[in-house]
C-alpha cells in the first residue's frame, strides 16, 4: 500500500491584543482575514495551525484594572473571555489561543530571558530618559511635545531607571539584509518605511524591562524588574506552539509562514522579532505581512459613535456574511481604507443581495418551474465557452491571490463571475427558451448557471461561513471541503430546491438612521452610568467610615516610586496603610503627623503588602496627592 503523503504545514498568526478595552471591527479585520486564509489553506490541502491570543500583562492593563477596582487576573479574564465570545460570533476557526497569563507561557518567557542574558544579548544598565510621575511613563526627548509628556501636558523630570536592555544593535546588519535582500517583510511599501525610519537611522539597544508596575513576569534572577511587553508578546507566537517545553507543535509548525498585523507593529514584527530569534539561534519566520489600517472618519468620530461598529451589534443585525464580506472585499488589504456605514450597507445590497443573492434565487426558481428542480449535464455547446472557461480559470486565480495576500482581489474574482452569470441570463433569455419548447438548451443554460453558481459557492467558503452552505442545500449537493470541483462540469446531475435568501434588500435610509439612534442610545447610556457613578446618596456618603489616625511609622516600598508604607494608630488599633503620597513627602516628615483614614475599605495587595485602608489626599494641578491632615485626636470620626 503506498504511504499516504504528508500535507504540508501551514502556521499563520494574528497579533495577540491587549487585554484593556473591547476589540472594535480594526482587530475583527485582520482576525478575519488571518481566518479567510486558514480556512483557504486547509481547503488547499495544508495542514494549518491558526492562532490568536491576548496580550494581558503590561502598566496599561494594570491601570485599566484599577480604574475599574480589579484584580489584573479578574480583569483580564473577564476580557479573554469577551474576547474569545467575539471569534466565536465572527466564525473565526482558529486553532490555538494565546494568552500571556497563561502559565506555560509566562515560563517559557522567563527561561527566553535567561538564555539570552545568560549569552550576553540581554545586559544590565541604566535607562535614562524624561519622566513623567502621575502617567508613570518614560519618553525620549523626541517623544515629547513641546518639551512636555505627549499624554496629559505636564511638566516631566530627567530620570535614570535601571533596566535590562536587548541587544538589537548587534542584529542590524542581518535583520536589514533580512528585510532588504528576501521577501521576508510585505507589503514592499512596509520594507521601505522600516528602512528609512529605523536601520538607516541606527538600532539602537532595546529597554525590555521595567520597574515602574509589577503587572508581568519577573526577571527570573531580579525579580524587582518586569519583563516589558515585547518581550513577553513577540515570543508568544513559538510559546503557544509549546517551545521549550519539548512541543510537538514546535516541532511541526515552527518557523511560522505568515504573520500578519496592522502597519504600527511592523516595526516590532520585522525588525526586533527576527533580532530575538536570531539571538535565541531559531529558525525565522517565512513572511510578515502589515496590512493597512481602518479608518473611523478621523476626528468625526465620537468616541460613543464608535458603538456603532462594534462588531456584535453589526452582526446581530446584517448577519456574520455582512461583516466579514464587507471586511474582506472593501479594503485593498496593504493599504488604509475608511469605514462608514453606507459603505457597509451598499456592499451588503449591491454584492450579496443584488448580485449574488438574485443569481442564486432567480437560478433556483427556474430550475423548480422548468425542471422541477432536476437538470442535467449538457453536450458542450460552443455559445458557452466563454462562460465555461472563466467558471473554470476561477479557482486559480483565487488561488494567486490569497498566496499575496490579496483578499479583495480573490473576492473581486468571485463576484467577477457572479456577474458574469447574471449577465450570462440576460443573454439567454431562459424565459424565451421555455416559450419556443428549446427544453434541451434551457436545460444546458440552467445547467451552465447551477455550476457557475456552485463553484463560486465553493469558492466562497474561506471567506463566507452561512450563505454558501445554504447555497449547497439549494443546488442538493454535499458541500466540499476542498476545492478539487471547482471546476465547471464536476456535477452529472442536479436536484435543486429554493431557499430563503441570507439578507433581503436594506433601506438604506432606514438603516442609516436606526444605527444612528442605537449610537445615540449608547451615549446617552454611558451619560447616564457616569451620572449616575457620579452622584451618590447621602446613605452612600455614610456607608464610609472616616477616622482620624496618628501616623507613628512611615517608610518607602521597595518597588514602587509612588508609594510609601505607613504604620497609623485609628485610636483601637494600628494597621498598615500602602499610600501614592511618595512623589510629595519623604517617609520621616510624615511621623507624628495626623490623617483622614477611610476605615471601613475591604483590605487590599498593592507591591505584595496588604494596605488596611486609604487615606484621604487632595490632588492638585501637578496630579501628586497630598494628604488631608485634620485635627482632632486619633480615633475621631470624620463626617
Ligand atoms: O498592538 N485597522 O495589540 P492591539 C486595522 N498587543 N487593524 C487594526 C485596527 C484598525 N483600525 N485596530 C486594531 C497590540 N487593529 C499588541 C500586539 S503582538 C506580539 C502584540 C489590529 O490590541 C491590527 O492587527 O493594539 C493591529 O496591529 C492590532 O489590532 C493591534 O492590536
Known sequence: MAAKTKKPTFYITTPIYYASGALHIGHCYTTVACDAIARFKRMDGFDVYYLTGTDEHGQKVQQAAEQKGMTP????????ERIQKLWQRMDISNDGFIRTTDKAHEKAIADIFTKLYEKGDIY????????CAPCESFWTSS?????????????VQDTKEECYFFRLSKYADRVRKLLTETDFLQPDSRVREMVNNFIDKGLTDLAVTRTSFDWGIKVPFDPKHVIYVWIDALPNYITALGYGADGEKY?????????????????????????????LDLPLPKRVYGHGWIMFGGDKMSKSKGNVVDPFILTDRYGVDALRYYLLSSMPFGDDSNYTSELLLSAINNDLVNDLGNLVRRTLAMSKQYFDGEVVKPQADERDAEYKSAIDALAEKVRADMDKPELNKALEKIFDVIGRSNKYIDANKPWELKKTGDTVRLNAVIYNLLEGIRVCANMLLPFLTKYPTRIFDGLGIAEPNDFKAAKYGAVKQFKTTEIEPILNRLDIKKELAELEAIANQAEEKEQTKAEEQELISIDDFFKSELRVVDIEACEKVEKAKKLLKLTVFDGERRRTIVSGIAMAYAPEELVGKKAALVANLKPAKLCGIVSEGMLLCSVGEDGIPRLVMPTGKAGDKIC
Request: hydrophobic share 40%; net charge positive; aromatic share 12%.
Open 73 to 80: 487576573q479578574a480583569f483580564v479574564d473577564g476580557l479573554a
Open 251 to 279: 516541532k511541526k509548525y515552527w518557523p511560522c509562514d505568515l504573520h500578519v498585523m496592522a502597519k504600527e507593529i511592523v516595526r516590532f514584527h520585522a525588525i526586533v522579532w527576527p533580532a530575538i530569534l536570531m539571538a
Open 124 to 131: 544590565k544598565s541604566e535607562y535614562s530618559g524624561k519622566y
Open 143 to 155: 517623544q515629547l511635545v513641546d518639551g512636555k509628556c505627549p499624554d496629559c501636558g505636564r511638566e
